[in-house]
């Protein structure tokens, strides 16, 4: 079945350390995004990536970085410049580059990170 | 900037009952519009969207959803909700022509047997 695989599920981190999160597509999307959900505060968007080998902050990047070496990946690295990154991650995948919010998102399971 | 509002964070129902998620949106240009619910321990999943046409979007699960252009809404109903509804649901709102996607603060949904 075609899908997004995020890994892992939980993952615990201290403090000062920067830890990737890994997600992984085979629905031949052109588009991907992370997204982080707090409760109370919806999801909010930290990056996003339209093709290969770009990449555009979205409106949470600070203490975050990605990268888009293949279609299929989109790696999320929390780094210890993030104040707060006790969250819930979220990586998301979309079909077309040109409109890829028309056909909605495919939603990975998420990744709970928590520092400690 | 863009923003969407759902002012119900917590909704709880008796089975039958009829349901009413409101959503509003502060962009005023031509949008998408999204409903997404994210049952106990699974993934977010679309259950409608709205691009264009009939302003009154049929969804999976027996849901709907009405845009209402002049009061920026666009609110998700369900004649009858069951238990298995029991869930948590994004309204989320997309500018024609961009990338980006603006969710709600979501709406958690519980129905009692």
């Known amino acids: 079945d075609g899908g997004i695989t995020q890994s892992p599920k939980y993952l615990f981190r201290k403090e000062g350390q920067n830890v990737t999160l890994s997600c992984e597509q085979n629905l031949n999307h052109d588009a991907m995004y992370w997204y982080r959900q707090d409760p109370g505060q919806g999801l909010r968007l930290i990056y996003y990536?339209?093709?290969?080998?770009?990449?555009q902050k979205g409106d949470i990047a600070e203490g975050y970085s990605v990268s888009r070496e293949k279609k299929e990946s989109f790696p999320l690295t929390v780094t210890s410049a993030q104040k707060n990154p006790t969250a819930f991650y979220l990586c998301?995948?979309?079909?077309?580059?040109?409109?890829?919010?028309?056909?909605?998102?495919?939603f990975g399971s998420g990744t709970r990170l928590t520092v400690v | 900037a863009q923003s969407v509002s759902q002012h119900n964070h917590h909704v709880i129902l008796s089975e039958a009952a009829s349901l009413e998620l409101g959503c509003n949106y502060s962009y005023g240009g031509t949008v998408n519009l999204f409903w997404y619910v994210q049952y106990p321990g699974q993934h977010l999943q679309l259950l409608l969207k709205?691009?264009?046409?009939?302003?009154l979007v049929k969804g999976i699960k027996g849901f709907e959803a009405e845009f209402i252009k002049s009061k920026f809404s666009f609110n998700l109903r369900k004649p009858s909700v069951q238990w298995s509804d029991t869930a948590e649901y994004f309204c989320a709102v997309n500018e024609r022509g961009y990338q980006k996607v603006t969710f709600g603060t979501g709406t958690k949904l519980q129905v009692i047997p």
């Open positions: 998301a995948s979309s079909m077309s580059q040109l409109q890829p919010s028309n056909y909605g998102y495919t």
């Open positions: 990536s339209q093709i290969v080998n770009d990449f």
């Open positions: 709205y691009f264009s046409g009939d302003p």
